[in-house]
């Protein structure tokens, strides 16, 4: 395509003075990103950007196939209360999901709040709901225009009409009623913690009261970094904090209720990661990667906080994470882990025997769970894979059994689909697995267009999933096209040693891992380099924004999506400075040297001939701001040395993915699809 009139994007002399080092920044400018001169840039942009893929005939063909395949049936795990099972449910027709009841002895179920109703545009959503022990009242909160921020409503679930109680300055707070339904347990922030997560408080919200009148129950103002996540423990006796100043470790802290003002520490440490499983009384279950990089599951003692006894040990799986953990249920230890990047699900005696393991479908990911009381006889999951639908199921505790609940229908044969898990050297000689995907009677001849994606960090592991963003892979693999998902170092798939391996002064790891994956894939004939795209959001985004700034030759095309790219600058925004144990900061001088090595927008070379790249950020994203993206692409389309495009994709009323609406992630995912059959010359 001819090269494209981009909207002028000036320059201006401010530099920056690091360790005796100076850094220009010509597009600091764009770090204003309210100001009117930024808006109108950015809507520019945006306008050049739809009006290229949004007008192709490949997009309109996508966007209603994409419509048609997302309409099925998807619920979350329900959360249990007084013989009701509350939960999400979207059949795909709607931006966002309504919260239903059902009725455990009736199997009567109705609508308790349907979330479309909160706007006109589907941007306000609930990421989280808690309903009272009785069910009568149901807490909820609710995020306006992709925020982070939440405010927490109460609803009448009999009548459906909110309560008076409005709680603002909270955070994707846990919700902890009392046993009677008169008052929760909440974490939130103060005015004066800003934007950046500080100075976090956990109170007591008395039903029908205003939030002025609510309890201090606990705060740390002389550590304001530390973040309190409050759980009331199923006797209601304990609050137990999960106490964090970074994502990289946490502490375990016990209130009891009925001693105000003590604090048990059970784990003091948060170098590694920890995380409560349940309690028996006085003694404490508790996942933990102390001594035990893949996690191991240990109890303490809350009259002996200083011994750690051994429960299940580490093993080959990954319990602790994201996709892995353990609780109490019907007089088990259910323990959820990873191996070789699936899931699995084993029961353990109270002693540490193991008692059985649970068949799953397939092989595939537990990407929700839910546990009722821990005296139960079950618990929910959810379940899905590339050539699986995301299902919930019900299994039983202690017999494994295991029972859809309100299960998917849509017309797909999963024997359609062929996975393959292989296992590829990177640079330095390490085994890194990736998933190959793609319809049976495509041919792997080294043409297949790739859809390859990959993240590679904080460790989060990048499970199978039945799409991208919630929108099926099929879309893309009817086109002949392949899915590739390289399982990075950086992130968790393999424990904690796999995270340390692709952090701080080993993140270019992580770069050389995905460039060995193309390098992998066009070896061994799935396809060439040029039709070969990368996509990665967030830190993916990152991953993406520095492979094709270090290795433009070796990818034929480029989505970038909410990424980072000024390494040198990230912990100053919003709560950049949560991700410092992760990537380091450069106010630190080894830091910085490592950092602005790979900082995708220091490291852009004029006269590059840059693969061609599709940039996309949310206008209302609060935790990686839109400057990354806005900087990032200025300085590439001033940069590039080819007719390829750089183009950038503002979402209005967006934020980082959390509650975006249907139709948004359809179209979204559409452009990228389009974007990469442009490129690779797929035509249909």
């Known amino acids: 395509m001819p090269r494209i009139d981009y909207p002028a994007s000036r320059t201006t002399d401010h530099v920056d003075t690091y360790h005796g080092e100076t850094v220009p920044d010509p597009y600091r400018w764009l770090e204003e990103m309210q100001s009117p001169e930024v808006l109108g840039w950015a809507e520019a942009q945006t306008a050049i950007t739809e009006s290229i893929l949004r007008d192709d005939p490949r997009w309109i063909h996508l966007r209603q196939r994409l419509n048609t395949l997302a309409k099925f049936n998807k619920v979350t795990p329900p959360i249990m209360a007084a013989g009701k099972l509350f939960f999400f449910e979207n059949d795909g027709t709607t931006s966002q999901p309504k919260i239903v009841m059902l009725d455990e002895s009736t199997g009567e179920a109705r609508v308790v709040l349907d979330v479309n109703t909160l706007s006109t545009d589907g941007t306000v959503a609930v990421p989280i709901f808690k309903p009272s022990p009785d069910g009568a009242l149901m807490a909820y909160a609710i995020a306006d225009g992709g925020s982070d921020w939440n405010v927490v409503r109460v609803l009448n679930v009999a009548t459906g009409e909110n309560l008076p109680d409005v709680l603002e300055r909270t955070r994707y707070t846990p919700i902890g009623w009392l046993e009677d339904g008169s008052a929760f347990y909440y974490a939130r922030y103060p005015e004066k913690s800003g934007s950046d997560m500080q100075f976090s408080q956990v109170w007591l919200h008395r039903i029908g009261t205003p939030q002025s009148d609510d309890t201090l129950i606990f705060e740390t103002p002389d550590r304001p ?163 699986y639908p995301p299902t919930v199921f019900r299994i039983g505790v202690p017999d494994g059994g295991v029972s859809p609940f309100r299960p998917p229908k849509l017309d797909f044969d999963p024997s359609s689909i062929l996975v393959d898990q292989v296992f590829y050297p990177s640079k330095d000689g390490t085994n890194i697995p ?27 592991p990048v499970m199978p999933s039945f799409g991208v963003q919630g929108a099926p892979w099929m879309a893309w693999l009817e086109l002949g096209g392949v899915v590739a998902v390289p399982n990075l170092r950086g992130g968790g798939e393999y424990g904690e040693e796999w995270h340390r391996a692709g952090m701080l002064a080993k993140k270019q790891v992580v770069f050389d891992d995905l460039h060995a994956a193309a390098e992998w894939l066009e070896a061994n004939g799935v396809t060439h380099r040029s039709r070969l795209g990368i996509q990665g959001g967030s830190n993916g985004g990152l991953l993406t924004s520095a492979a094709i700034t270090q290795r433009p030759d070796l990818y034929g095309a480029a989505v970038v999506a909410v990424p980072l790219t000024d390494m040198l600058r990230y912990q100053y925004f919003t709560i950049g400075r949560l991700w410092i144990g992760e990537y380091g900061s450069s106010e630190d001088p080894e830091q910085y040297a490592w950092l602005k090595a790979y900082s995708p927008l220091h490291n852009i070379k004029p006269g590059v001939h840059y693969p061609p790249t599709l940039i996309t950020t949310g206008s209302h994203d609060d935790r990686v701001v839109p400057a990354h993206a806005y900087k990032f692409a200025a300085a590439m389309q001033a940069a590039q040395g080819s007719d390829a495009p750089i183009l950038l994709h503002v979402e ?33």
């Open 225 to 387: 970094e530390l973040n309190h996540v409050p759980l009331l423990t199923d006797d209601r006796k304990y609050i137990v904090l999960n106490t964090w100043k970074d994502l990289n470790g946490s502490r375990i802290w016990v209130l009891p209720l009925d001693r105000p003002g003590e604090v048990v520490k059970l784990i003091d440490d948060d170098s590694q990661a920890s995380a409560f499983s349940g309690n028996i009384g006085t003694r404490f279950y508790i996942v933990t990667q102390h001594g035990a990089p893949r996690g191991r599951v240990v109890y303490i003692d809350l009259d002996a906080p200083g011994e750690m006894h051994e429960v299940i040990p580490e093993g080959d799986g990954v319990v602790s994470g994201y996709f892995g953990g353990a609780a109490l249920c019907n007089g088990h230890l259910v323990v959820l882990s990873l191996k070789d990047v699936t899931s699995r699900i084993d029961y353990y005696t109270l002693d540490g025997q193991h008692a059985r393991s649970v068949d799953l479908p397939t092989l595939g990911t537990i990407g929700m769970h839910s546990f009722g009381e821990a005296d139960r006889a079950d618990f929910y999951i959810r379940f899905e894979s590339f050539a």
């Open 434 to 460: 990736m998933f190959i995907v793609h319809r049976a009677d495509v041919p792997l001849d080294g043409r297949a267009p790739v859809y390859m994606t990959a993240y590679g960090g904080f460790a989060v």
């Open 652 to 684: 209005t009323r967006v934020g980082h993915g959390i509650g975006k609406p249907l139709a948004f992630i359809l179209d979204s995912v559409a452009d990228q699809f389009t974007f990469f059959a442009r490129q690779f010359g797929v035509e249909f």
